[in-house]
């Protein structure tokens, strides 16, 4: 069996968008951790409250907002693939690599609700803390 | 001698000839020289055993001087050394090597493969882990071992305020261990991605396996940043930089956090392959399969990557932020819900299934009573405030010792029960197992309860004695004598093993009815451990009769591959069949090139600078002889005369 050009651009598509509806949250909290924990922490020990011309906790919250997107839009792309692969097994699909897909999605939209509610958490301290309190 | 007679899919030729290629003749060279996984995952075991009987004589003997107050059985230096040398060695010496003892004897027969990916990498990664851990440990005879905790906290390790080579053992050591570590992971995860039987796609791979893998991917990334910390601190040391000196520009917080982005993830580099033994010994005696398959392996990688983010938990009192401390906070807190799932799918597997009370299912009981305990507390720990009240106190020990010996020693034990037969074809004695599970769990709560209670009375840890007047004599007279019932139990589990070794009982190929790979070889497993590489058609591939059949007459020669010492290489997700692969034979290369690191190790620890220039020399020719490319016979390389 040959596989055409078109074929293999969307299985490739289909398997990037798949890493990120499991990774993608997980990496979008990486970078709201480094990104807030930093931010905050460096502009403070400077003796400052701003990032250039911004107010620090606005900073600090861009650095929730911004990968909280991500990890939704992640969460929705696991949903996506969670649904198709079931209505692939459920119209009689044998190939094992459904199975593994179907886990890979379920694996994908508990963990985005993992780090979203992580994410979610940092937010309510931006809200509640003042960035520089010690 | 394995206990089974011939795989009937087999003609007696391919196992005379699969014999030939894969056993390794009983002489001093070939014990020196062998790469065969399942012996060096018994050297593991029994290596990482004997540093854990010396680490727990240190700890037997502290408690021996902290069970009257104003006690002279030490003396304070020698106190500081028992308590350094004891939490290093359990933590690096014991616990990780340990489980990747089970690791290496487990993983190729749990995926259908004949040996590691690099066995002679994994032969290597041995001798180090040998070498490193005697290097350590023979410091303490001469009065120079490390004598600062286990982590090490600078400036209090500055060559000004430890004068000596105490931290220069450590930090040495622990280099030169992070060597054999690294290779290990590397190991796992390739052999865990590459040679996997066929059929045996991600959604089939044992949960012990999946463990191993997160493991390693944690051990990759969390070890560079002690590495890097341990280099700084000898270069501190012994050549007057100053990373950790603020008056010279340097951050004594710099050692923190770099030590806890390692050190926090390194709790759960310990605890999770020993959470996939409890995930791997509990189908076999509740006779059904772990519930929630998906949501563990879900809990086993969001642990994996939570783990990075929780390390400034440890420096809640070092005066950061209050907004800082708040994104490691969640962390810490929501990093609870992945290791609760894992409880509950464990508990609705216990639940569900028919319960088959040996020893093994013991200690999983166990694990589990005391393994949540220690999690209750180390919940607390994510509240900044409480955590600032109990920092440096015995509150503290109590804790990571339920988590520790809860979460990693009482499933090691479940392992060791379970895999006795697998390991040395011999089945252990009942009797004698359940007298040291209760002496153990007896011993365990006996020993650190009380330090719960009077760490909250305001005893700080790493006291060597303390006065009769706070009313603390009573409580640390009751974990000395806890201490020794521990002892006493651990002593019966080594007599049930010398005993099983010696006189026990033959094991069948599957004394248990286990569901994974390799209840399907002989006991102990055959040196090429498959006659066929099964093909794979479920999760529990030995409950299931295609798997089974696969491997029955009639299977095909792709799958025997008894011309020569090979193995099966297959696609990373789903394992589809590739080809076959030449494995690499017995050499004594790996223990050449560890030796070499020994002395290039102990020469810089002495400050023999031109023996450790010598030493790099040999390491590199040893290397490079290493990597050299066999020469091939001209028809393989397809020359034609």
Known sequence: ?134 | MPTTTPSPAVSPADLARLTEHWAEPPSLRAWFSTVDHKRIGRRYLVTAGFFFALAGLSALAMRTQLARPEAGVVSPQEYNQLFTMHGTAMIFLFATPMLFGFGNFLVPLMIGSRDMAFPRLNAFGYWVFLFAGLFMWSSLPFGAAPNNGWFAYAPLTGEQNTPGLHMDVYALGLLFLGISTTAGAINFIVTALKLRAPGMSLNRVPLFVWAIVATAFMVIFALPALNLDNAMLFLDRRFDTHFFDPSAGGNVLLWQHLFWIFGHPDVYIIVMPALGIVSAVLPAFTRRGVVGYPLVVLAIVAIAIISFGVWVHHMFATGLPQLSYSFFSAASTIITIPSGLQIFAWLATMLLGRLVLKVPLLFVIGFIVTFVLGGFTGTMFALTAFDQQVTDSYFVVAHFHYVLIGGAVFPMLAGIYYWLPKITGRMYGERLGRWAFWLIFTGMHVTFFPMHLYGLFGMPRRVYTYRSEPGWDGWNLVSTVGSYLLAVGLLLVLVGVVHAVRRGKPAPPDPWSGDSLEWSTQSPPEPYNFPVLPRVHSLHPTWDERTAESTGPGASADRVLSEGRRTLLTSELDAHRERAVEMPESSLQPLLLAGALLLFFTSMLLAWYPVAAVAVLVVVVTIAVWLWPPRRPDRELGVTA
Do not use: K
């Open chain 1, 1 to 134: 069996m040959t596989t055409t050009r078109a074929e293999s651009r969307a299985r490739l598509t289909g398997g990037l968008l798949l890493w990120y509806g499991v990774l993608g949250g997980a990496v979008a909290w990486v970078v709201h951790l480094l990104a807030g924990w930093s931010l905050d922490e460096l502009t403070c020990a400077a003796g400052s409250e701003r990032v250039s011309a911004v107010p620090l906790w606005q900073a600090v919250g861009l650095a929730v907002v911004v990968p909280a997107l991500v990890t939704v839009g992640s969460l929705l792309v696991a949903a996506l693939a969670w649904r198709r692969t079931a209505q692939a097994q459920e119209a009689g699909a044998d190939d094992r690599a459904f199975g593994r897909a179907r886990m890979l999605a379920t694996l994908g939209i508990w963990a985005n609700l993992l780090f979203l509610t992580i994410i979610v958490l940092g937010g309510v301290a931006v809200l509640v803390l003042p960035p520089c309190q010690r």
